[in-house]
């Protein structure tokens, strides 16, 4: 049997008419940037996060250097990351002059641990990137705790996590301000790129609203300087039809989830552990092995794809040399880096893949 480590076709099938219809409406209509496709999904995005401001941009990184642009953060500033996420993350930092500094995970979670924050905090400190790595979210009320004892923002990396909750509020909605990305193999994913800020903050949205269309609040008036970073009428119409079905599709992940960790018994392999609280939507599925290239070629060798997240982490790779991190200095985003394998996740997956994937790896 083959099956992907991830597959569109399942998901794109259920709405293929729709999406054809909708592209022909917008195609005839020939308003391509910024219409009124694109003010719906920023109202509608918004109203299914819960908060009251949504701000549709190019790309989940541009959501993130937005957001710190919108804070003034920049030269001289630092902000606390995660050592273990994707580059994107550090890089959004990076953008604005800013220094990130990396802070550990919780081993089982892959999330930042909080209890180890408070320690990288300068008088440089700005703000806290809160990621929900993998769709989940990290342990928000212990970083709000922090962040308000030092006057820190906390921004939500949420690219990975569309529709997660926690303790009854969703991602997008839970710090400051939040940054999306709707790359196509996201859970609300466009057919193309995209991204989104979310806050309850009128100034914030405001700004970024500006900042993302070079700077001007009404055409040829530049009061920042911005940068080119629209989310496409098209992308935003298709995306008002996708976001009607998250709900659905994060629950078809849940419904595979549960499978892998009740049935999945092998004691090479260390399952992710959901963190209290959380409703985790699983955009990846991340084990660990000791074996961990071992374990990828036997299952490619069986038809079944991996993938790793991360192979590398960010401060052993060359883009961030200049910080002179060396092999050791983070040893959990290293050993994750060397041990997690992501196994097939994605909507519509039948029994017989499911089944078929839990026993190969219980043969391992």
Not at 286 to 309: F, M, P, Q
Request: hydrophobic fraction near 35%; include cysteine.
């Amino acid at each position: 049997m083959k099956i992907a480590w991830v597959s569109f076709a399942p998901m794109q099938k259920e709405i293929k008419e729709d999406i054809l219809n909708k592209f022909e409406e917008m195609y005839d209509k020939s308003i391509y940037i910024q219409g009124d496709e694109y003010k719906k999904f920023n109202e509608e995005f918004a109203k299914y996060c819960g908060c009251k401001y949504a701000v549709g941009v190019g790309n989940g990184l541009d959501a993130l250097m937005l957001i710190l642009r919108a804070y003034d953060i920049g030269p001289g500033d630092e902000v606390i990351v995660p050592s273990n996420t994707f580059i994107a993350t550090a890089l959004a930092v990076t953008y604005v002059g800013a220094t990130p500094i990396f802070v550990e995970p919780i081993l089982e979670e892959y999330n930042i641990n909080p209890a180890l924050i408070e320690e990288k905090i300068t008088d440089r400190t700005k703000a806290i990137m809160a990621v929900h790595l993998y769709g989940q979210c990290c342990d928000i009320d212990e970083i709000t705790k922090i962040a308000k004892k030092y006057n820190l923002k906390v921004i939500e990396d949420a690219a990975q996590a569309h529709g997660a909750i926690y303790k009854g509020k969703k991602a997008g909605n839970l710090g400051d301000a939040a940054g999306f990305s709707m790359y196509p193999g996201k859970n609300l994913g466009a057919l193309g790129d995209g991204g989104m800020v979310t806050t309850n903050d009128l100034d914030v949205a405001t700004k970024v609203a500006a900042l993302c269309c070079y700077g001007s609040d009404y055409k040829y008036h530049h009061i920042y300087k911005g940068v080119n970073s629209r989310m496409d009428e098209i992308q935003s119409g298709f995306m008002n039809i996708k976001l009607k079905h998250l709900d659905k599709w994060n629950s078809n992940r849940n419904n595979i989830a549960n499978e892998y960790l009740s049935r999945i018994n092998n004691p090479k392999i260390k399952l992710p552990v959901i963190h209290e609280g959380n409703y985790h939507v699983w955009h990846v599925f991340a084990i660990r092995c000791d074996e961990r290239d071992s374990l990828e070629k036997y299952l490619n060798n069986n038809g079944i794809g991996t993938n790793k997240h991360y192979p590398t982490p960010i401060h052993l790779q060359g883009a961030y040399s200049d910080l002179n991190y060396k092999k050791g200095d983070l040893p959990l985003a290293e050993k994750i880096s060397s041990t997690e394998l992501s196994i097939p996740m994605y909507y519509g997956m039948t029994k017989e893949e499911i089944d078929y994937v839990i026993d190969v790896i219980n043969k391992f």
